[in-house]
């Protein structure tokens, strides 16, 4: 069965940096587009990232557009997300999927949720 397991979240001061990891079994990785979602208490998962099979084509919200970058390494079926400069309203639980559609980050990239899901990790950044 598919497996998703996300790690690096922690509490970190505002401008302060965090990478997450994503680790994937189960699947064929480098058949599926991945992706990074958050959700906040009380509010919806947003998309934060997508990244093509191949790492040729990444997509991000604008709130996080040049200070967040994804990045896959296929060969260890691992997805990263490097996130810099963070903020207050980063704070959320963020979320690794692996887009069920197929290997390309679509249009709706940021509100398709058929999606495999790991479970969570938390971010908290402090004022």
């Known amino acids: 069965h598919v497996q998703v397991v996300e790690s690096g979240g922690g509490l970190v001061q505002a401008g302060g940096s965090l990478r997450l990891s994503c680790t994937a079994s189960?699947?064929?990785?480098?058949?599926?587009?991945m992706g990074w979602f958050r959700q906040a208490p009380g509010k919806e998962r947003e998309g934060v990232s997508c990244?093509?099979?191949?790492?040729?084509?990444?997509r991000y919200a604008d709130s996080v557009k040049g200070r967040f970058t994804i990045s896959r390494d296929n060969a260890e079926n691992t997805l990263y997300l490097q996130m810099n400069s963070l903020k207050p309203e980063d704070t959320a639980m963020y979320y690794c999927?692996?887009?069920?559609?197929?290997?390309?980050?679509?249009?709706?990239?940021?509100?398709?949720?058929?999606?495999?899901w790991g479970q969570g990790t938390q971010v908290t950044v402090s004022s």
């Open positions: 999927a692996a887009y069920r559609a197929g290997g390309y980050c679509s249009g709706s990239w940021s509100h398709y949720l058929d999606n495999y």
């Open positions: 189960g699947l064929t990785f480098d058949n599926y587009a």
């Open positions: 990244i093509s099979w191949s790492g040729g084509i990444t």
